[in-house]
C-alpha cells in the first residue's frame, strides 16, 4: 500500500503455510500500543474460525477470502475488512472498532456487541444483532429471522428485508428497516421516524459508506416496553 | 454438534474424482464430529432386475463369497463386488426388498447398511481421516455422494450408531442436531411395521421418511412432514437415486452452506469443508433458509 509523502508496508500472513494461532498471537502481541505492522493482509482463510479475534490495537486487517466462525471477535479498536463472506459470529461481543464484510455473513452476526460499527455489504441470516448491547450494525442486503431478539442497547440499520420476529423481547436498541418486515416479535412495534432518527441513518449509511439507500426510506421499529421486565410493580423482584 | 458434506457432481471429471473429494470434505469437519464418521455414495448401477446391498460384518474375516454363494442358491446368483474393510457390497439378481430380508432372517452376524440398485453405504467408529484411509474413499467415483462426522449425544458410539441412515431403496438421511421426541415417534413408527435397530434419534427420523414415502408422499411432502411431526434441532440432508434434498428445522439452530459452480453443487455444516473443492473461490454461495426444503436431481441440472 502506498500513500502520499511515505511507503507503509503491508504484513501478509498465508494461513495455507502459517498455523492460525500463529496470526492470532501475533496480533494480540500489537495490544496497548506495542510497535509492529500497522496493516495486516491474510490470505487462503478458507473459511477458519476465529481469524483475527480479540483484537486489542489500532491496525487494519484484511481477510482476503471467506472467513470461518467468529471472525474479528471481541474486537477493540482494530478494523477488520473480509473480502468474502464470514460465518456465524462475526464480530461477535465487538467493543469498539469496525468490522467490514463484502459478502454475505452467517447467523448471530454482532451478537452482544457493545460497541463499534459492523457493516455487512451482502445479507446476514438470523438472529443479527442478537443480544446486541450497544453495537452499531448496518446491512446493505436483508437480515434472516429473529434478527435483534433481545437487543438491548445499540442500533441496527437494514437496507433490504427483515425476517420472521423481528426484534423479538427488545429493550431499547433501535431498528430500522428500509425493505418489508415478514413479521415482529414479541413487545415489538413500529414507531414514528421523526427526523432525529432519520439524522441517525444517515449518519450509519455514511460511516458505511452505502451511498444508496435513502434514508428517509427507513422505518423505525422499538419495544412497546409492555412486557414482564418493563412493569414498575416488578421492579423490587431481583 | 456433527458435520455434514454432500456432494453433487455435475460434469464427469467430478464423477470420476468424487471420493477424493467427498474425504476432503469430510476430514475437515474432524473437530465437529471426531466419535464417527460415514458416506453414502451413488454410483455402479446393479443391472435391471438385479439390487446392490452394503453389508455389514462386525467379523472383518467374514467369507464373503460364502454369503454369495448362499444367497446365489436360495434368491438368485449373487456376486460379492467389493469388499471395503467391514463392508461389502453384494449385487444379487433380485429384488432389493427380498435380498434384505433373506439377509436379515438368515445372517443375523450380518447388517444390511443400504439397500438399492446405486447406493453404497460406508460407516464406522473413529475420525474421519482414519475412516476414509481405511475404506479409501479417494478410489470412489460415483454421482453423488453424502458425509457425515458424529458427535454423540442421543445415543452411544457404534458403528450402528453412525450416519448415514438407510430409509429405503436408495434413500439415506444424515443429521446435524438431535430431535426430543424420537422416543414416542419410534413407538409410532414401530405400529406401523417400520423398523429400527438402536435407540438413535436420526434412525427415526430416517423411519419417519421411510413411512411416509411407503404411504405415497412425495420427497418433499415427507420432507415438509418433518416441520409438524419431528420436535428438536435439525439440518438434514437425504440422498437419493437421483440427488440430494435439504432441510433445515424453522429455527436453524444448525449450520448449513450452500455452494455451487458449473461443476458441481456441495452441502456443508461450514464453508470450510466446501473451500476444498476445485473452483470453490468462485463458487456461488448462500445459506437455505429454515423450513424451505433444497432438493437437487440429476435431470434438473442435465
Redesign the interface.
Known amino acids: 500500500m502506498t500513500t502520499v509523502g511515505e511507503v507503509t508496508s503491508v504484513e501478509v500472513v498465508d494461513l495455507a503455510t502459517t498455523p492460525l494461532r500463529e496470526l492470532n498471537q501475533r496480533l494480540h502481541d500489537l495490544a496497548g500500543g506495542a510497535p509492529g505492522p500497522r496493516h495486516w493482509r491474510v490470505l487462503n482463510p478458507?473459511?477458519?474460525h476465529a481469524i483475527a479475534c480479540g483484537l486489542d490495537a489500532e491496525i487494519e486487517v484484511e481477510v482476503k477470502?471467506?472467513a470461518?466462525?467468529y471472525c474479528a471477535g471481541m474486537n477493540k479498536l482494530a478494523t477488520v475488512r473480509v473480502h468474502g463472506?464470514a460465518?456465524?459470529g462475526v464480530a461477535e461481543n465487538m467493543m469498539s472498532g469496525l468490522v467490514v464484510v463484502e459478502g454475505?455473513v452467517?447467523?448471530s452476526a454482532g451478537a452482544t456487541g457493545r460497541g463499534g460499527l459492523l457493516v455487512v455489504h451482502g445479507d446476514a441470516?438470523?438472529r443479527c444483532g442478537i443480544s446486541m448491547k450497544g453495537i452499531e450494525i448496518v446491512v446493505r442486503g436483508s437480515v434472516?429471522?429473529m434478527s435483534a431478539f433481545m437487543a438491548q442497547t445499540g442500533c441496527l440499520v437494514v437496507c433490504g428485508d427483515a425476517g420472521d420476529a423481528l426484534g423479538d423481547s427488545i429493550y431499547e436498541a433501535r431498528l430500522y428497516v428500509r425493505g418489508s418486515v415478514k413479521g415482529l416479535g414479541a413487545d415489538c412495534v413500529e414507531k414514528e421516524m421523526r427526523e432525529e432518527h432519520v439524522a441517525q441513518v444517515r449518519g450509519l449509511l455514511d460511516r458505511a459508506q452505502i451511498d444508496d439507500a435513502d434514508p428517509s426510506e427507513f422505518r423505525r421499529y422499538g419495544s412497546a416496553r409492555q412486557l414482564y421486565t418493563f412493569k414498575v410493580d416488578n421492579a423490587g423482584v431481583y | 454438534m456433527c458435520g455434514i458434506v454432500g456432494l453433487f457432481a455435475k460434469t464427469g471429471e467430478i464423477e470420476q474424482s468424487l471420493g477424493e473429494h467427498l474425504g476432503a470434505m469430510l476430514v475437515q469437519m474432524d473437530d465437529r464430529g471426531p466419535d464417527s464418521a460415514g458416506v453414502a455414495v451413488y454410483r455402479d448401477p446393479a443391472p435391471a432386475g438385479a439390487s446392490k446391498l452394503t453389508l455389514y460384518s462386525a467379523d472383518l474375516l467374514a467369507d464373503w463369497t460364502a454369503l454369495a454363494g448362499e444367497l446365489t442358491a436360495v434368491i438368485g446368483a449373487a456376486e460379492v463386488t467389493s469388499v471395503r474393510s467391514s463392508h461389502a457390497v453384494v449385487v444379487v439378481e433380485a429384488g432389493a426388498a427380498e435380498a434384505e430380508d433373506w439377509v436379515r432372517a438368515n445372517r443375523p452376524d450380518l447388517r444390511v447398511v443400504s439397500a438399492g440398485s446405486v447406493i453404497e453405504i460406508y460407516k464406522e467408529v473413529g475420525r474421519p481421516h482414519a475412516f476414509a484411509r481405511r475404506f479409501s474413499l479417494g478410489d470412489f467415483h460415483g454421482t453423488h455422494a453424502l458425509g457425515h462426522t458424529r458427535m454423540a449425544t442421543e445415543s452411544r458410539v457404534t458403528t450402528e450408531g453412525s450416519h448415514p441412515f438407510s430409509t429405503g431403496l436408495d434413500l439415506c438421511l444424515v443429521h446435524n442436531g438431535s430431535l426430543s421426541n424420537h422416543n414416542r415417534l419410534r413407538q409410532e413408527l414401530r405400529r406401523e411395521g417400520i423398523r429400527t435397530q438402536t435407540e438413535n434419534d436420526t434412525e427415526v427420523a430416517a423411519g419417519y421418511l421411510a413411512w411416509r414415502l411407503r404411504e405415497g408422499a412425495t420427497l418433499e411432502q415427507a420432507l415438509e412432514g418433518c416441520l409438524d411431526d419431528l420436535d428438536g434441532f435439525y439440518t438434514f440432508l437425504v440422498g437419493t437415486a437421483d440427488g440430494f434434498a435439504v432441510l433445515r428445522d424453522p429455527i436453524a439452530c444448525k449450520p448449513a452452506v450452500l455452494a455451487e459452480t458449473d461443476e458441481w453443487v456441495a452441502m456443508a455444516s461450514e464453508w470450510r469443508a466446501i473451500a476444498v473443492l476445485p473452483g470453490a473461490g468462485d463458487a456461488r454461495m448462500w445459506e437455505p433458509e429454515p423450513a424451505v426444503v433444497y432438493a437437487w436431481e440429476k435431470q434438473a441440472v442435465a
Open positions: 478458507n473459511g477458519a477470502g471467506h470461518g466462525y463472506n460465518g456465524t454475505n452467517s447467523q441470516s438470523a434472516g429471522h
